[in-house]
């Protein structure tokens, strides 16, 4: 892979990181914390939903890829705290890693390998491709049955009162990670198609 995407990639991210602490410290700054009730409307309610499915799926990535449980834990907590903060710091931190060998198979070190703290890599004894199937599965049919009612219950999202700031923080958070999902998505898809 040539340094000039590592590169793009670990830039972009950098960026999108830096975007969604500025809109945090922003949200917080200008409308206090988000804990409070008045906020949880029923598209916020699905809006979180469907952050949070976003979040299973990186938290997933994570704990395939850390070499030990404490560090996938740790990993898993600060994305549920933090979102995409720490989905972009996470990804910067593994383009950080590589070294100039690695570079030219970048998605392999940065996407897919797992190595333990020795630097070997580890064989999984099972694959659990139907096992995420099925659960990824099911989670798109929760989304979609939060989506079915919320649109049944409380009516179109698109008013104007509904985007509050926390929204707004919430809506741009969401969009991080999908933006990180399509990304890491986009370049397996031509990292595959490349090594066919």
């Known amino acids: 892979m040539a340094i000039w995407l590592v590169n793009g990639l670990r830039g972009l991210f950098s960026v999108l990181g830096c975007v969604m602490l500025a809109t945090l410290l922003y949200t917080i700054s200008t409308d206090g914390l988000p804990f409070r009730r008045d906020l949880l409307t029923p598209w916020m309610a699905a809006t979180l939903v469907d952050f949070y499915i976003n979040v299973v799926a990186l938290a997933a990535w994570v704990s395939c890829k850390e070499s030990n449980?404490?560090?996938a834990i740790l990993w898993t907590i600060l994305l549920v705290c933090f979102g995409s903060i720490t989905t972009c710091a996470y990804i910067v931190l593994q383009f950080s890693k590589l070294s100039s060998e690695s570079v030219q198979d970048a998605i392999y070190h940065v996407l897919l390998r797992n190595q333990s703290k020795n630097g070997t890599?580890?064989?999984?004894?099972?694959?659990p491709i139907?096992?995420?199937?099925i659960s990824f599965s099911l989670l798109g049919l929760l989304m979609l049955g939060?989506?079915?009612?919320?649109?049944?219950?409380?009516?179109s999202p698109f008013r104007k009162e509904l985007l509050t700031p926390w929204m707004t923080a919430t809506l741009i958070d969401f969009y991080i990670n999908v933006v990180a999902l399509s990304v890491c998505?986009?370049?397996?898809h031509l990292h595959s198609f490349i090594a066919t």
């Open 130 to 133: 139907v096992t995420a199937r």
């Open 69 to 71: 449980w404490v560090s």
């Open 146 to 155: 939060t989506l079915i009612y919320t649109l049944l219950t409380d009516g």
């Open 185 to 188: 998505s986009s370049v397996l």
């Open 121 to 127: 890599v580890e064989k999984r004894t099972f694959s």
